[in-house]
């Protein structure tokens, strides 16, 4: 496997990354239109979105994982499989705590006079930004790990 091979297959992780970043703005853009269309919900609208925001999450997911599994096994690039992988499970940390978010956001507009719904809310802000910076460490590690091959 060419050097070249190897420069593509990373510039496609990184515009996976990019679209896994859309797929989240439009994820939270699409709860938030969902919340304002309270107190009698557009739930059919919501789940649909988050149907389609699965199948996008998806379909990177395993592309992504495709490319773990080509880095290790085309080209023995095994520290860049690690880091994928690493951020693997942080990407589906972020999913989860975002959902967590998006049902602590409606139940503390269901009970505005709950202030334990703004701490929750509060806390699960900061696991997320924990987690982003979480993210962004094992990017800088690829990119690091990766430009040293050209």
């Known amino acids: ?5 190897l420069k ?9 990354q990019a679209e896994r970043v859309e797929a989240y ?11 304002r269309t309270g107190p009698h919900y557009d739930f059919l609208r919501y789940r649909q979105l988050v149907h389609e925001i ?14 773990k599994e080509r880095l290790h096994r085309d080209f023995d690039r095994v520290d860049l499989s690690e880091h ?4 693997q499970e942080k990407e589906k940390q972020k999913l989860e705590l975002t959902a967590k978010l ?12 709950d202030e334990g719904c703004q701490e929750k809310i509060q806390e699960i802000r900061q696991d997320i930004i924990r987690n ?8 800088q590690d690829f990119k690091y790990d990766s430009e040293e091959t050209e």
């Open 1 to 5: 496997m060419s050097a070249t091979e």
């Open 8 to 16: 593509k297959l990373i510039q496609r992780f990184y515009v996976l």
């Open 25 to 35: 703005t439009l994820f939270e853009e699409g709860h938030e239109a969902y919340l």
């Open 54 to 67: 699965a199948q996008a999450f998806g379909g990177i997911s395993r592309e992504v994982l495709d490319i």
């Open 84 to 87: 994928i992988e690493k951020l």
């Open 102 to 113: 998006q049902l602590a956001k409606q139940n503390a507009q269901e009970h505005p006079e």
């Open 132 to 139: 982003k910076e979480a993210l962004s460490e094992i990017l």
